[in-house]
């Protein structure tokens, strides 16, 4: 992708990653990473390479024809959202391999509990697949505003001119269309400050660990639309056990999509709390003044 628009609102997701609300000032004590060289890990905070962020195909087999594509796209989000879901696709072209346009929609609709997003830090399932070219696209938009979970909603419009997509297998050899190139585009995510404390409340549950969030409490602040800076107020349960603490940190984009952590720190409320937070400072220094690209698509080509 040879040009990509960065947001705040993007760098939202990346709160549950660098720190979860008080006294945002304190967060903004936090210097600007430094302009020396630093280490930059090979793992991206958000990797949509192995089709994470694509278009479910659901079969083996690619289809052949544009009928099949839009019937097995609208099979394949029926299967992930809840009944009666609004699901609007549209395609047309000359062949299915040069498309004119290609639109979904899926406004409104609410998600199955099964296909809830998971957080990062998921176990490495081996070396991302290389894309296989498939299609061309003059005009490609996706759009979910809102789209619904259990407990938050978020919202996230695409929009590509002369996209590239290419077929990605995932475990079980089932096919997904996933961007992989374009002329020019623009993605923005957005989750509303209530959405990403129930979704991060709800994500905790959910795994049933020893580990529970009863509340958070989140503030983000930005200087530039390449800057977040993250404090967040946690109170959960260890083993029964309550607990609270505080993580604060900042992030900052530089100009080859990396994302810089400084300042990630953990301070604990209560004795547990800072026996937690003891734990979490150990992680949490493995990122510090370091960087990580900040998002990964099939192929290389972003920009």
Do not use: W
Not at 19 to 34: M, Y
Not at 238 to 250: E, K, N, S
Request: charge should be neutral.
């Amino acid at each position: 992708m040879r040009r990509v628009y960065v947001s705040a609102g993007c760098l939202v997701f990346l709160a549950g990653v660098v720190g979860c609300r008080s006294n945002v000032k304190e967060a903004r004590d936090i210097a600007p990473p430094t302009t020396q060289a630093v280490t930059v890990f090979e793992k991206p905070a958000i990797n949509l390479a192995k089709g994470g962020g694509g278009f479910p195909l659901d079969v083996v087999d690619a289809p052949r024809t544009i009928v099949a594509l839009k019937e097995l796209l609208q099979a394949a989000y029926a299967a992930r959202l809840e009944s009666n879901p609004s699901i609007d696709i549209q395609a047309a072209g000359r062949s299915l391999g040069e498309l004119d346009r290609l639109s979904i929609d899926i406004t409104g609709s609410t998600v199955k509990t099964a296909y809830t997003p998971q957080g990062p830090g998921g176990k490495d399932d081996g070396p991302t697949p290389d894309p296989r070219p498939f299609m061309r696209v003059g005009k490609l938009s996706y759009i979910a505003d809102p789209l619904k979970y259990a407990n938050y909603a978020a919202s996230m419009r695409l929009e590509a001119t002369d996209a590239r997509l290419a077929l990605i297998p995932d475990q079980d050899k089932k096919l997904s269309l996933a961007l992989y190139d374009c002329r020019e585009g623009s993605a923005r995510i957005s989750v509303g400050i209530d959405d990403l404390e129930h979704g991060l409340i709800a994500g905790s549950r959910s795994r049933g660990l020893a580990f529970s969030v009863e509340s958070v409490e989140i503030q983000l602040q930005n200087d530039t639309e390449r800057d977040l800076f993250v404090q967040m107020d946690v109170k959960a349960r260890v083993l029964l056990v309550p607990t609270a603490f505080r993580l604060i940190g900042r992030a900052d984009v530089d100009d080859n999509f990396n994302i810089h952590f400084t300042g990630l720190s953990a301070q604990g409320f209560d004795p547990s709390g800072s026996l937690l937070a003891a734990l979490l400072q150990g992680k949490l220094d493995k990122l510090n003044d370091r960087a990580a690209p900040l998002m990964r698509l099939p192929g290389d080509k972003i920009r």
